[in-house]
């Protein structure tokens, strides 16, 4: 009795877990696709907007769903619901953009709704889940404890085929 009385006393007398390292988290940004959660790390995440004004693009992939004019600037716009193959919900004026940055790449991407931003433990992120396949798992990082999808931004922001090169003949 006293060495369980003990054990207890030493795990309530331990410094609260709560002052995890910053290094042991990851912040991310999460949104809804498909009536799914997703989320990408902030430090990809220029920043997000309301969908407004989007223009469609002829002669593009099904998954490119315009340009818009963010702050002066023309961004793509990605419909990762069509690029992972999705279901499709629809455009509502609660659509956002999630203005995706790296080195020598920016466009935006869609999504259905932006709940907030949080932090996100390392060690709490497991692998993948089996529902996941084809080009989503290609893009996952991994998922959280609650089902909470994160993509890996640096590799959607790598990829040539979200590089659009195609020319209509004149």
Request: hydrophobic fraction near 50%; charge should be negative.
């Amino acid at each position: 009795m006293k060495r369980i009385l003990r054990a207890r006393a030493e795990a309530l007398a331990r410094e609260p877990a709560q002052a995890r390292a910053a290094a042991d988290q990851i912040e991310v940004v999460e949104f809804v696709l498909a009536y799914e959660r997703y989320a990408v790390e902030t430090r990809c995440v220029r920043e997000v907007s309301p969908l407004e004004n989007l223009t469609p693009l002829p002669c593009t992939p099904a998954f490119v769903l315009g340009i818009v004019n963010v702050r002066g600037e023309i961004l793509s716009v990605i419909d990762l619901k069509k690029f992972f193959e999705l279901p499709e919900k629809g455009l509502t004026d609660l659509n956002k953009v999630i203005v995706l940055e790296a080195e020598n790449m920016l466009f935006g991407i869609l999504a259905d709704a932006v709940p907030g931003v949080r932090r996100v433990p390392v060690d709490e992120i497991q692998p993948s889940l089996p529902t996941l396949t084809g080009v989503r798992e290609a893009y996952l990082r991994g998922v959280t404890a609650e089902r909470v999808v994160i993509l890996d931004a640096d590799k959607l922001l790598a990829d040539e085929r979200i590089i659009v090169l195609e020319q209509v003949e004149g």
